[in-house]
């Protein structure tokens, strides 16, 4: 069996790109799943609070589901043209004590969602350099950019358009065969 760790970058209840990492994890092909982490309770990033008590325990807890993953799903909201902070937060905590480790090799997707026209292609493009610092294998044979999002998604922010969902399908399939 193979494991995709998959994140959202959104804390936002109807959030697009949370729907859209459960149409993934709904969309995983036979023999793939996808465990949905949660950065909902990582604080802000202090290096004094890390020096006195270590990692966080919500910190510790990706840090586990990422090392029991064969790969990462990163679902990224875009915010002033870049990767939100909240999001970026979470990946620096993760990549503390013994998780530095945890990202190497890693084969890595980014794929995200929002109202604008151009459906976070310059947050997907921001993540690449924290990618390859993080020395994780990125996957780019593939790009997924869901623009115009609200009438993709219902009011509880699932992804209800089918167009969308057979491309979301088509990317998470050729995710999967580079993660097995
Ligand atoms: C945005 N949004 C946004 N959208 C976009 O396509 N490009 C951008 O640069 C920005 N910038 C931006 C800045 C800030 C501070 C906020 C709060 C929002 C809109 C954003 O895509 C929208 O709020 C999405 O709904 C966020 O994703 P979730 O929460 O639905 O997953």
């Given at each position: 069996m193979t494991t995709i ?9 109807a959030s697009?790109?949370?729907g859209?990492l ?14 949905i982490?949660s950065i909902h309770e990582v604080p802000?990033?202090?290096?004094d609070?890390?020096?006195e008590?270590g990692?966080?325990?919500a910190?510790?807890s990706l840090?586990d589901?990422l090392?029991?993953?064969d ?10 043209n ?7 937060n ?5 990549s ?6 945890l990202f ?5 997707a980014?794929?995200?969602a929002?109202p ?5 292609l310059?947050a997907q493009?921001h993540?690449?350099?924290?990618l390859?610092t993080l020395?994780t294998?990125?996957w780019?044979d ?5 623009s115009?999002?609200g009438p993709l998604?219902d009011?509880?922010g699932?992804?209800?358009?089918e167009?969308?969902?057979a491309r ?8 999967a065969?580079?993660?097995?």
């Amino acid at each position: 069996m193979t494991t995709i760790l998959g994140l959202s970058g959104s804390l936002r209840r109807a959030s697009y790109n949370t729907g859209l990492l459960r149409a993934a994890a709904d969309l995983t092909p036979d023999g793939v799943t996808m465990q949905i982490g949660s950065i909902h309770e990582v604080p802000l990033y202090d290096a004094d609070k890390e020096a006195e008590a270590g990692l966080p325990d919500a910190v510790q807890s990706l840090q586990d589901q990422l090392a029991a993953a064969d790969a990462l799903l990163l679902v990224t909201p875009e915010y002033n043209n870049g990767i939100p902070g909240v999001f970026k937060n979470a990946i620096d905590w993760m990549s503390r004590g013994p998780g530095l480790d945890l990202f190497v090799g890693k084969p890595v997707a980014v794929i995200g969602a929002s109202p604008g026209g151009f459906g976070t292609l310059l947050a997907q493009d921001h993540w690449l350099p924290v990618l390859r610092t993080l020395r994780t294998r990125p996957w780019l044979d593939g790009r997924l950019l869901v623009s115009r999002a609200g009438p993709l998604f219902d009011d509880d922010g699932n992804l209800v358009d089918e167009t969308t969902r057979a491309r979301l399908s088509e990317f998470i399939t050729g995710f999967a065969e580079t993660c097995r």
